[in-house]
């Protein structure tokens, strides 16, 4: 057995179990605390597998695709537009309806209800009309008898399609500086009295300005998105979804329909992947499918081919900063300036929330006296960018990371130095920027625990001490921070529902509203509700999230799943166990306080049935052996318009040190070693929660490494739309020592057993990676000029990066 499931112990690539584990049911990650909590009757801070983990592995998990089709099925593909901005003039739709196999074909003007998919602000059709906005945006459905036959008449788009096309704007700063944005700037301003904070950096004994560059980044999810759509009695529809958000779904098919939202029944078993790109945008899928469904009383699946997937949805938002900084000759700051520049795409989807998160997380860990931060969204004719896992957050704190490493330069200090310098305290400069106190704060005992653990100062010196002999391979190393905010910052989304069943043979079963897409969120809530009654996580089962079971859900993102499903779930599983508890109190004559639920016992004085038989007992007396359960996050309070309040529940903390070696000829780099400590608080399921550490991580890693998104600049085509053209990391990536610790501390809020969210705060820990490549090329010019290096930092950027450091400075 290993130590690598609990608190306070680490993991590495080469020490975690191979599938065969997984599909022989093998317990994974399993330790002597394991068996302690389990003998001691605890089902939670226990690394039992996921639970579809031997479905994963052995090919029998069912996603939607997988859903026996019913007789009369037709396939659904979508015509896209050949040009990214335009008059749409007309469709030849006599064309399209003469290729073979094609059923039908609908056109904006065919949709009976609403037009319409956007999720907060009304401005994505479902189908163009009138204009054009993007390359690859849906014009058409069409209708066929078989997938193969839907998708070669909706390539007939180029030729089905008039446009009179007009000049595109695919940079975000051209459309800044054209004036194209979504919606009025955003404002995130802290001062001591007005126009303190130009003061305090004109007064600064020093100031640095500049400018820096971060790219977007692609899902990727595995399963692309899909929808079955099925007609059902009396004007109804069941659709079943690969999305993040069930009721989202219902709500815009009703809308698209002109139905009431009763007649919608989504349905999402598990995703294959989500990442947010699953949260808004599966809604136009799920619309047409169901618009075709509706018109032609026959079953409609709509599957995406990879290639359109990439043309038609959104991504991360890339961001374009400009700043100006004052600082002291200890490296803290005395004011900051920041403009962040969102390319939002053609439409406003989430891009407000994001842009807010992404204001919000510009203080990362740091305590900024006097800042003003300002936020656009930049209207492009591209895709309309979306939520992705950290929802604006990674972006708005890796700018301030950028600053703090170059004022790391400029004095001729350690980084880590002036991190710490700038850190939240306690008692004093403990405030953010929105008037949250920061009172869970643990970063400096994560920072100096994992400066310890990771031989920080040696390595540094020993990194100094390579690169001094190598002219051509250069090492870096940084240590990164990561405070991340845990809630919706749409404070009436912070609240959950779930129902939980005990059946008369002692199992439950639990339906709860949030989604499964892998993360192991059915796992933890299944863990919470074994716990809670006192038996073996393998007699709870949870079901589909369904919307005619637990409606009005919130999506599965913010990384709430586990903080608000397994609070709900707690509450109805109480609530049974308290009637349970009751009922054997009255029955055996004894006081309430006496009855003890552990390990599929029920403990009663001095004696003890099974959990089975109790629940038999009850049954016959018809006591109720099901609840609802609802949770509602307290403390929560945010105004928009004054951007003031506490959006943030409780923040998670983690960090990171990371050592690469670039080549300075080929600008290629590889990851070498990375150490990460993070606070899971009281994890839920240790051996899923370094698994969501390392994974955010990877793919963190490659938003800022490798997943380079690029336009052809004339006619707006998206370059980089398949696997060919746009690299995501592989295992060849993953630094070769990878060693994961969960910081032992539990959560100061009465979270679901004092746990942290683990979904989005790790995507933080890759800056370490994109740091340590600014140090190695800072090295190759004797750490005497900043390096003006973009991300993601593909060979390109290493090399454009290079010739600055190596020309001594005059960045472009």
């Not at 795409?345 to 740091?366: E, K």
């Not at 859900?553 to 397994?566: E, I, V």
């Amino acid at each position: 057995m290993n130590e690598q499931s609990r608190p306070g112990s680490a993991t590495s690539r080469a020490t975690k179990p191979g599938l065969a584990g997984f599909a022989a049911g093998v317990r994974v990650a399993w330790s002597e605390a394991d068996e302690a909590a389990l003998a001691a009757g605890s089902r939670v801070g226990v690394g039992v597998p996921h639970e579809s983990a031997h479905l994963h592995v052995s090919g029998a998990a069912a996603y939607v695709d997988d859903v026996p089709e019913r007789a009369g099925t037709l396939h659904a593909a979508l015509g896209l537009s050949p040009v990214a901005a335009g008059t749409l003039l007309g469709i030849d739709t006599a064309l399209l309806r003469a290729q073979p196999g094609v059923v039908d074909v609908i056109i904006a003007s065919d949709i009976p209800g609403a037009n319409e998919c956007g999720p907060v602000v009304h401005d994505d059709p479902i189908l163009a009309e009138g204009a054009v906005r993007y390359l690859g945006q849906p014009v058409f459905i069409v209708v066929a008898t078989t997938r193969d036959l839907a998708r070669r008449a909706a390539a007939k788009a180029r030729d089905a399609v008039r446009v009179e096309p007009a000049e595109p704007v695919l940079d975000p700063r051209a459309a800044h500086e054209a004036g194209r944005h979504l919606r009025a700037p955003m404002e995130l301003v802290r001062e001591s009295e007005p126009g303190a904070c130009r003061r305090a950096i004109a007064a600064a004994p020093h100031r640095l300005a500049g400018r820096f560059s971060l790219g977007g980044q692609e899902q990727f999810y595995l399963e692309g998105q899909i929808t079955y759509a099925i007609p059902t009695e009396n004007d109804g529809m069941h659709v079943l979804c690969s999305t993040q958000h069930p009721s989202e779904m219902q709500h815009l098919v009703a809308h698209a329909l002109g139905w009431r939202s009763h007649q919608v029944l989504v349905e999402c078993r598990r995703m294959g992947g989500g990442f947010g790109g699953k949260e808004s945008q599966s809604g136009l899928f799920a619309c047409a499918a169901s618009i075709a469904a509706s018109r032609l009383g026959r079953p409609v699946k709509l599957r995406l081919d990879r290639d359109d997937d990439f043309l038609i949805t959104g991504r991360r938002h890339g961001f374009e900063y400009d700043y100006e900084v004052g600082f002291d000759d200890n490296g803290r700051i005395a004011g900051l300036v920041i403009t962040m520049i969102a390319n939002a795409g053609h439409s406003t989807d989430l891009s407000m929330a994001v842009l807010t998160r992404a204001l919000c997380h510009a203080d990362n860990a740091y305590f900024l006296p006097e800042v003003a931060l300002t936020g656009h969204l930049a209207r492009t004719d591209t895709q309309s960018n979306t939520a992705f896992r950290g929802f604006g957050g990674p972006q708005g704190a890796l700018v301030t990371e950028i600053i703090l490493d170059s004022i790391a330069r400029r004095l001729g200090r350690d980084a880590l130095e002036i991190r710490c310098a700038n850190f939240y305290g306690r008692g004093a400069r403990d405030v953010t920027p929105y008037g949250q106190t920061v009172e869970d704060n643990v970063i400096a005992e994560i920072v100096e625990q994992l400066v310890r653990s990771s031989a920080y100062h040696e390595r540094r010196a020993a990194v100094a001490a390579f690169n001094a002999t190598s002219p051509v391979l250069k090492k870096g190393l940084a240590l990164t921070p990561v405070k991340f905010g845990i809630s919706f910052n749409v404070p009436h989304l912070n609240q959950a529902g779930a129902l939980v069943h005990v059946y008369a043979d002692g199992s439950a079963l639990v339906n709860h509203g949030g989604t499964e897409m892998g993360q192991g969120l059915n796992t933890k809530v299944a863990q919470v509700v074994a716990d809670a009654l006192g038996i073996g996580f393998d007699q709870v089962r949870c079901t589909a999230t369904d919307t005619s079971k637990v409606a009005n859900t919130s999506a599965t993102a913010a990384s709430t799943g586990a903080d608000l499903n397994g609070m709900a779930a707690l509450d109805a599983a109480l609530a049974i166990r308290g009637r349970l508890a009751a009922f054997a109190a009255e029955r055996f004559e004894t006081g309430i306080e006496n009855i003890r639920f552990s390990n599929g016992l029920v403990r009663i004085g001095g004696t003890s049935i099974s959990f089975a038989d109790l629940v038999r007992m009850a049954y016959e007396a018809r006591v109720q052996l099901w609840s609802d359960g609802f949770y509602a996050t307290p403390k929560i309070n945010w105004s928009p318009q004054t951007m003031r309040g506490r959006p943030f529940y409780y923040f998670a903390y983690g960090a990171a040190v990371s050592e690469v070696v670039i080549d300075t000829l080929s600008g290629e780099f590889t990851a070498l070693r990375t150490d990460i400590l993070h606070d899971a608080g009281r994890s839920l399921n240790p051996a899923i929660d370094i698994g969501q550490i390392e994974g955010g991580f990877v793919q963190s890693m490659g938003w800022l490494t490798s997943e380079e998104l690029v336009w052809h600049p004339k006619t707006g085509m998206l370059l980089t739309h398949a696997p060919s053209t746009y690299k995501i990391p592989t295992a060849n990536d993953v630094p070769a020592v990878l060693n994961t610790t969960l910081f032992d501390s539990p959560n100061r809020e009465p979270s679901i057993h004092r746990s942290k969210a683990v979904g989005e705060p790790p995507m933080l820990l890759a800056f370490s990676v994109l740091l340590a490549i600014r140090d190695a090329i800072s090295a190759a010019g004797g750490h005497r000029v900043d390096p003006p290096l973009r991300a993601p930092a593909t060979p390109e950027a290493i090399l454009d990066a290079l010739d600055v450091v190596r020309a001594g400075g005059d960045a472009p």
